[in-house]
């Protein structure tokens, strides 16, 4: 067996193939020893995305040369594999290319105007070396410029000092525009790709709150010397990455208008930096050290995406970015979503993180049947913990002492925890049992209950069917043109019961046309109970079914003031939302 290598790995990343959307990688490094070949693997997922995505795919063109330039045999021997028959070769150097046109935070994209990419989708690495450090240095036209968080120790040549860290530090190169700032004592950078209507000095001094406000949450710091935002804004687009140095986010030219949707911009980049500490650092030993080739089995991933997405939103309340009513406006819409899906009742906050692998990321017409986001029911779940801990501890404790203290004990020291120890260790942080929610909303199915913990803090939760209603049919239709398309069949609805099946074209209605924007008028000239002959066409065949239709479960939500909250209650809520509760009757939302 070979040692590790002390001379660093070289990666040259050649950006002449734009057009093309073709990366040329030429990779150096030296091996020792007397084995004869060397293997060579490229990740199939990336940290933060827990999907196989076989990123090997994109690979071609695969070579490899000695230190005096002999060809060397290679040969692809499993599918993230490439193995070479070095002989006596000290030096190795392996050229190939990353098709890049996948214009996401997790993958590789390159045409005229820029190249993003994630280390994971470009860089094959060797078992041995992956302790040592990595170089790359970047070809490309004369008036690009690399943003990337990782030191520069060369003209356009960047360092990582293993290879984990090289996968955990994504690049931006082109003419992108780079805003700089300070926040909590600390340079920040914030790279802009495309189009960004929004005033820089807004972006500045917003995004400087949301970072002071998380860093106020631990121990009034943050835990780098420089951090790098990545903003590339491409319409259609949205998604995060984290990084423990910087962060990716993904988003539309036209989600920094009107308010509402500014807020959800800004909450993106609340929740990728507050994995800065929860997921980057604090973490289930399943997700570090990383094996780049198979699945990191968890139970927890509620904790890092679930509380993470409680606390995105929170932190721009507590920033002033966000107002109280807004925000449990947004709850209620959240409590609404978690309403309609079925598989609600079918899947724990366990049972999603674990499956996360081949459930979550591969969504199908069954899904919200069969299971529910740790992303939407996490974020549901870490309030009714915070709530209750705020409760049971009388106002003295809250989930900000939990994450604290799972700060001191695994992200401070880069430690990972076991999953079997999350509730007692929610419970050391709070201070009070915890074991009724984890049986029932963390390990069991059972239907959330908001009611009761929102009471405590003078808020009155309603759920209806919503204004002016309309007789259902238990499935949700996608538009195609002017047809409307089965998407998914609710189990137990009446569509189910019917034999009405995801795909189906909806045609007409007791004899008449019907098309996806007079479906839910036509639903209205009809009662619950009522019979109707549905026509449709199921693969090209015309097809009718008898449908009764049913009532749509109540899903809507309000959270308004309890008309006889008491001073008490109001006092929960004012440490809780840091405004009294008789303000949010009179909010702008």
């Known amino acids: 067996m070979s040692t590790v290598a002390q001379a660093p790995v070289e990666y040259v990343v050649d950006l002449a193939d734009r057009n093309a959307h073709l990366c040329r990688v030429e990779c150096k ?6 084995a004869s070949t060397v293997a060579l693997h490229l990740p199939v997922w990336t940290p933060g995305s827990y999907l196989v995505r076989e990123f090997a795919r994109h690979l071609q063109d695969v070579s490899c040369t000695d230190e005096s330039g002999n060809v060397l045999p290679i040969a692809k021997t499993d599918k993230a594999t490439w193995t070479i028959q070095r002989g006596a070769a000290k030096k190795l150097t392996v050229r190939y290319r990353v098709y890049a046109h996948d214009l996401t935070v997790r993958a590789a994209h390159l045409d005229d105007s820029h190249a993003f990419w994630n280390g994971a989708a470009m ?56 805003l700089s700032f300070q926040a909590v004592g600390k340079p920040h950078r914030l790279a802009i790709w495309g189009h ?19 860093a106020a949450l631990f121990d009034g710091t943050v835990p780098y010397d420089d951090y790098t935002f990545i903003l590339l804004s491409s319409p259609g687009g949205y ?111 366990e049972e999603a993180s674990f499956d996360a692998w081949i459930k979550f990321y591969r969504p199908d017409e069954n899904s919200s049947n069969s299971s529910i986001s740790y992303y ?37 020291r880069d430690v990972g925890f076991r ?3 999350v509730q007692s260790l929610f419970e050391e942080g709070a201070g009070c049992s915890l074991d009724d929610l984890f049986a029932r909303h963390v390990r069991g199915r059972e239907e959330l209950d908001p009611e009761k913990a929102l009471r405590a803090f003078g808020l009155a939760v309603s759920r209806t069917h919503g204004e002016d209603p309309a007789p259902w049919l238990g499935v949700t239709t996608r538009d195609s043109g002017d047809s409307a398309i089965v998407s998914a069949t609710m189990s137990g609805g009446p569509g189910e019961a019917a034999g009405l099946y995801a ?31 549905l026509t449709v066409f199921r693969r090209d065949q015309l097809r009718t ?40 009757q009179s909010e702008d939302e």
């Open 239 to 349: 998604g995060g990455l984290e990084h423990r140095k910087s962060s990716t986010l993904l988003t539309s030219p036209f989600a920094f208008s009107p308010r509402k949707k500014y807020e959800e911009f800004l909450e993106l980049v609340a929740h990728e930096f507050f994995h800065l500490w929860n997921v980057k650092r604090i973490h289930p030993t399943a997700l570090g050290p990383f094996d780049y080739q198979r699945e990191a089995y968890t139970r927890s991933l509620w904790v890092m995406e679930g509380i993470t997405s409680y606390y995105d939103r929170l932190l721009l309340v507590r920033a002033g970015l966000k107002k109280p009513r807004a925000y449990l406006k947004t709850i209620a819409d959240e409590l609404g979503k978690i309403a309609e899906i079925p598989g609600r009742l079918r899947q724990s906050l």
């Open 123 to 178: 860089f094959l690495y060797h078992q041995e070396h992956v302790g040592s450090a990595h170089r790359v240095r970047v070809v490309a036209p004369s008036d690009w410029h690399v943003t990337v968080g990782l030191p520069e120790v060369a003209p356009r040549v960047f360092e990582a000092k293993t290879y984990d860290e090289l996968v955990d530090s994504p690049f931006e190169v082109g003419t992108h525009e780079v």
């Open 503 to 533: 795909g189906d074209e909806l045609v007409a209605i007791d004899g008449f046309r019907v098309e996806s924007g007079t479906l839910r008028s036509r639903l209205r000239d009809h009662h619950v109970g009522d019979t109707i002959e």
């Open 376 to 412: 939407l029911k996490g974020g549901i779940v870490a309030m009714l913990l915070d709530l209750a801990i705020r409760t049971r501890s009388e106002g003295v404790r809250s989930l900000d002492d939990v994450m604290r203290l799972l700060w001191r004990r695994h992200g401070a």
């Open 29 to 34: 490094l030296e091996v020792d020893g007397d």
């Open 419 to 421: 999953d079997e120890d």
């Open 545 to 584: 079914l008898e449908l009764e239709l049913g009532e749509k479960p109540a899903s809507t939500y309000e959270i308004e003031p309890a008309k006889d909250a008491t001073a008490a209650e109001g006092a929960a809520f004012e440490r809780w939302l840091g405004a009294p509760l008789s303000s949010i």
């Open 196 to 214: 960004v209507p929004m005033a820089r000095d807004k972006l500045t001094t917003d995004i400087p709150k949301i970072i002071a406000t998380a």
